[in-house]
């Protein structure tokens, strides 16, 4: 696990309260652990938008073409090639 550092916000009191009642209801242990699943889902959320423009733009890339024999060689050396040097780097 990353190290913890602190961050601290400033609420209205209405959400201060809404934080409360949310950790009352038992599934979150503290504050804390409320945020962190908010900036998680977050997280999840955007990745899930920018694959979703991603898938899109292939869409409306036009037709796409049979990958070949030799297409799955150069894929496959280009991966191994990148853990090699990822590899040397550590």
Request: glycine share 6%.
């Amino acid at each position: 696990m990353d190290a913890t550092t602190t961050l601290h916000i400033s609420l209205p009191k209405a959400l201060k309260t809404y934080v409360k009642k949310r950790v009352g209801e038992k599934q979150y242990s503290n504050p804390s652990d409320y945020v962190r699943t908010l900036i998680r889902e977050d997280q999840v959320r955007r990745d899930e938008e920018l694959l979703e423009r991603m898938l899109l733009e292939g869409l409306a890339s036009g037709k796409g073409e049979p990958m070949t024999d030799e297409d799955w060689k150069a894929m496959r050396r280009s991966v191994r090639t990148g853990f090699s040097n990822r590899s040397r780097k550590v």
